[in-house]
């Protein structure tokens, strides 16, 4: 009897596979039992195409953060309205983070995930998130500066301040999208610091 044909897989397919993996349960709770029943593929197969568990890791949160840039950069650049794109991909990303099965928590932001549970005890992991976070501040800054110019937003401060306290606002409402904060009251904070700074 034939034992069958080795499965065929695109690295791709794999790779959001495993990213599913990591995002919804974490790097340190994720284990190589997980991975395999995700993608059905044997240790030795995993490891051959993306080396141990935190090479894949790696290139699963890398493959996050650049699928999420990229839908950031698509949203703000098709709006010929700087405010209107960064209100439309602040929306966007916040819908994003809630995403979860029926039965289980919302996943919320697989990086913000990564920058308190891994990021802090993990030099590799924190400066690929560095790295990745100044690729983000500069579509935002750039995009802030032209709300600025072309309606006078923020209530006087400088771009940089606004993508800061951004972020902060952001990183906060990710955090608490896991578990304890339903998603209304989540867009309901985002539109309140939009109207404090003028940008809604």
């Known amino acids: 009897m034939s034992l069958g044909r080795p499965r065929k897989f695109e690295p791709e397919e794999i790779l959001e ?20 029943a995700a993608t059905g593929l044997h240790k030795g197969s995993l490891y051959q195409a993306f080396g141990d568990k935190k090479s894949l890791f790696m290139s699963a949160l890398q493959a996050y953060l650049d699928n999420i ?15 209107e794109g960064l209100r ?30 891994t990021a802090p005890h993990d030099p590799e992991i924190s400066q690929l998130l560095e790295k990745q976070h100044a690729k983000f501040d500069r579509l935002f800054i750039n995009t802030i500066q032209k709300a600025i110019d072309l309606h006078a937003v923020g209530n006087g401060l400088p771009a940089e301040t606004i993508n800061g306290l951004l ?6 409402l990710s955090a608490n999208t896991k578990n304890l904060m339903a998603q209304e009251q989540a867009k309901f904070l985002l539109d309140q610091q939009l109207e404090l700074l003028c940008l809604k």
Do not use: H, R
């Open 17 to 36: 596979l495993v990213m599913d993996v990591f995002w919804s349960k974490g790097y340190e709770a994720t284990s190589l039992a997980d991975l395999m």
């Open 69 to 83: 840039y990229q839908m950031q950069f698509d949203i703000i650049k098709k709006n010929a309205d700087p405010a």
């Open 88 to 117: 439309e991909a602040l929306y966007c990303m916040l819908d994003y983070n809630y995403q979860g099965d029926e039965d289980s928590s919302n996943k919320g932001c697989m990086a913000v995930n990564t920058l308190v549970e």
């Open 167 to 172: 972020f902060l606002t952001m990183c906060g």
